[in-house]
């Protein structure tokens, strides 16, 4: 599952895997380019991956990133 929020001052980019990891979910959002369409609203992008476990049915692991080297000074 891919999530877009958008806030005045940050681009949210998150990706929810199933028992793979956040990490893993974080290096799909990147390898995929899932925030590069926002990298011209001169906003700083948060890349989240989140990991759900199937079995307790909650957010078990999360891994971020903030990608603000587009911005113009």
Same mark, same amino acid.
Do not use: V
């Given at each position: ?5 958008? *806030? ?9 895997? *199933? ?55």
């Amino acid at each position: 599952m891919h999530i877009s929020q958008h *806030t005045q001052r940050k681009e949210h980019k998150q990706k929810c895997n *199933t028992n793979r990891g956040g990490k893993i979910a974080l290096e799909q959002i990147k390898s995929n380019g899932y925030y590069k369409p926002y990298l011209l609203r001169q906003k700083a992008i948060i890349l989240l991956g989140i990991n759900f476990n199937e079995e307790s049915r909650m957010i078990d692991n999360w891994d971020y990133e903030i990608h603000e080297e587009h911005l113009e000074e």
